[in-house]
């Protein structure tokens, strides 16, 4: 698995001529980094007394980073394999309408999955957003950089997965399918863009 290779490995791996591991996993590994940063500024604030009153929504906060992280992780993976999946589909034979059929309906399928996968790691990393934008607020302001930084790394593995979305987006024959995917991308773009400001403002002030 990707995610049990050494930091080293997996940037070799990137670098390679293969096409997996690609943008998506990056993607979801910054988005599961992102969670890292605001589980670690969780830990430098709970137990402080300066941070008392804050203290049950930290550890809340924590839980929840902490879930992001272990999901955000096994998407790495499931990008790669997705991608698998419209490979596998692509070298499928075409020499009959039969075969023809079979073919366009796999790679449907596989187009489906590989856009199932970037979408569920905007999904996460908007939540991510919404997390760091929490501990940057709230949190120990020593680690202001750090909160700021994992807002930052949300931020990018949304728009990062929003393209691989998007390419695989343009190949969907469903129109419906396409549209609603399309408004809910919209919609999410929006919203990291707002907190991406707030953020911005928020560390700001504070340096």
Same mark, same amino acid.
């Given at each position: 698995?990707?995610?049990?290779?050494?930091?080293?490995?997996?940037?070799?791996?990137?670098?390679?001529?293969?096409?997996?591991?690609?943008?998506?996993?990056?993607?979801?590994?910054?988005?599961?980094?992102?969670?890292?940063?605001?589980?670690?500024?969780?830990?430098?604030?709970?137990?402080?007394?300066?941070?008392?009153?804050?203290?049950?929504?930290?550890?809340?906060?924590? /839980?929840?980073?902490?879930?992001?992280?272990?999901?955000?992780?096994?998407?790495?993976? /499931?990008?790669?394999? @997705?991608?698998?999946?419209?490979?596998?589909?692509?070298?499928?034979?075409?020499?009959?309408?039969?075969?023809?059929?079979?073919?366009?309906?796999?790679?449907?399928?596989?187009?489906?999955?590989?856009?199932?996968?970037?979408? /569920?790691?905007?999904?996460?990393?908007? /939540?991510?957003?919404?997390?760091?934008?929490?501990?940057?607020?709230?949190?120990?302001?020593?680690?202001?950089?750090?909160?700021?930084?994992?807002?930052?790394?949300?931020?990018?593995?949304?728009?990062?997965?929003?393209?691989?979305?998007?390419?695989?987006?343009?190949?969907?024959?469903?129109?419906?399918?396409?549209?609603?995917? @399309?408004?809910?991308?919209?919609?999410?773009?929006?919203?990291?863009?707002?907190?991406?400001?707030?953020?911005?403002?928020?560390?700001?002030?504070?340096?």
């Amino acid at each position: 698995m990707l995610v049990d290779e050494n930091i080293r490995d997996f940037i070799r791996s990137v670098a390679s001529s293969s096409p997996t591991p690609g943008g998506g996993s990056v993607a979801a590994l910054c988005g599961a980094l992102s969670g890292s940063l605001t589980a670690m500024v969780c830990n430098l604030t709970i137990g402080r007394d300066k941070y008392d009153d804050v203290r049950p929504e930290m550890e809340r906060t924590l /839980e929840d980073s902490s879930k992001l992280v272990e999901r955000l992780t096994q998407l790495v993976d /499931e990008d790669a394999q @997705a991608y698998a999946s419209v490979v596998a589909a692509l070298r499928l034979p075409k020499g009959t309408d039969e075969e023809k059929g079979k073919r366009l309906e796999a790679m449907q399928n596989g187009l489906r999955r590989a856009i199932a996968v970037p979408v /569920e790691v905007m999904e996460l990393s908007l /939540e991510a957003i919404r997390l760091a934008y929490l501990v940057v607020r709230k949190g120990n302001e020593g680690a202001l950089s750090d909160s700021g930084s994992g807002a930052m790394l949300a931020f990018a593995a949304l728009h990062a997965a929003s393209m691989n979305v998007k390419i695989n987006l343009k190949e969907i024959q469903d129109q419906e399918f396409k549209n609603e995917v @399309a408004e809910k991308l919209g919609e999410m773009e929006e919203e990291a863009e707002l907190l991406r400001s707030e953020v911005l403002t928020e560390v700001n002030l504070k340096m």
